[in-house]
């Protein structure tokens, strides 16, 4: 199994950033997936789910109304959209399956003027 996170930056407040996570050696249409994000100095916390179809999907209150988690099963790749971004959603995003049996290795966003 192998998920690879990509997209994060240097994002401003209230911009934009999209990032991706590309998986491969696993069912990909047959797993939930889930973005966790880990702040600077603080632990995991959960960020965004999508159902195997990617018509449900769950937010954090952090995020909901500015982050949009989707799927593409013809790409084995997942998204998270993220706008209205602030400093506080400065983190490593990891891309992990649903059951958090598999993860990626991460990826930063910084959001800073």
């Known amino acids: 199994v192998r998920l690879v996170e990509s997209g994060g930056a240097l994002g401003q407040p209230g911009g934009s950033l999209r990032l991706s996570c590309a998986a491969s050696?696993?069912?990909?249409?047959?797993?939930?997936m889930t973005w966790v994000r880990q702040a600077p100095g603080k632990g995991l916390g959960w960020v965004s789910l999508?159902?195997?179809?990617?018509?449900?999907?769950y937010s954090a209150d952090s995020v909901k109304g500015r982050f949009n988690i989707a799927r593409n099963n013809g790409k084995n790749t997942v998204y998270l959209q993220m706008n209205s971004l602030k400093a506080e959603d400065t983190a490593v995003y990891y891309c992990?399956?649903?059951?958090?049996?598999?993860w990626g290795k991460g990826t930063q966003v910084n959001v800073s003027s």
């Open positions: 992990c399956t649903g059951g958090f049996s598999y």
């Open positions: 050696g696993f069912t990909f249409g047959s797993a939930d």
């Open positions: 999508i159902s195997t179809s990617g018509r449900i999907t």
